[in-house]
C-alpha cells in the first residue's frame, strides 16, 4: 500500500532555493551529498516515478541512493552526449534561432495569439530536430504525431494522478 507523509513531516527536510550559487552548490559542487525524496514518502514523486519508470527524471543519487546513483549515473552520461557544449554550439543554437524566426513570422502586430501554443509549439519543434533529426512544423500548423503523444502522456499523468488519489477515490464511492 501507500503510505505518504506530509509535506510537514518531521522527518523530512524541505529545501526550495533560487539563488544561482545555491543551485550550482546542489547541482554541481556538492551533488553527491543530495538526493530525491524517496517515493514512498512524497506523493508527487511516487506518481511521478509510476508514470515515468526508473529514468533520469526519477532516478535517486547521492546518500540516499540504495545503488549508490549507479542508474542515475548511467542515465546522465546517456543525457550528456545529448547535451554537450559542442552539440549545442553546433546545433541547439541554430535549430533555436531558425524556430525563434519562425515563430516571429507567425506573429502579426496588434493581433490576439495563443502564445503558450505557440510555446510548446517552438519547444517540440526544436526538441523533434535536436534529438531526433527530424525537421518539424508545428509552428506552421502542421501535425506532428510525437506531440500528439507527449499531450496525451501528460493528460493521462494528470488524470492517472488524480484518479489514484484517496480523495478521489472516496468520493468516487
Known sequence: GKSFGPW??????????????CVKHFLKDAFDKYSRTDSRHDLFCYYLRAFLGHGIFTATHGDGSTDRGDLWMQQRKTAAAIFSRAHFNNSMREVFLAKARRLNSLLSDGQKTDMQRHFFNYTMDSIMNIFFGEASDQLGGENNSYATAFDDAHRAFLEFSIQSTLWFSLIQH
Not at 8 to 21: A, E, G, H, M, Q
Open 8 to 21: 510537514w513531516s518531521p522527518d523530512y527536510t524541505y529545501l526550495v532555493v533560487k539563488d544561482p550559487c
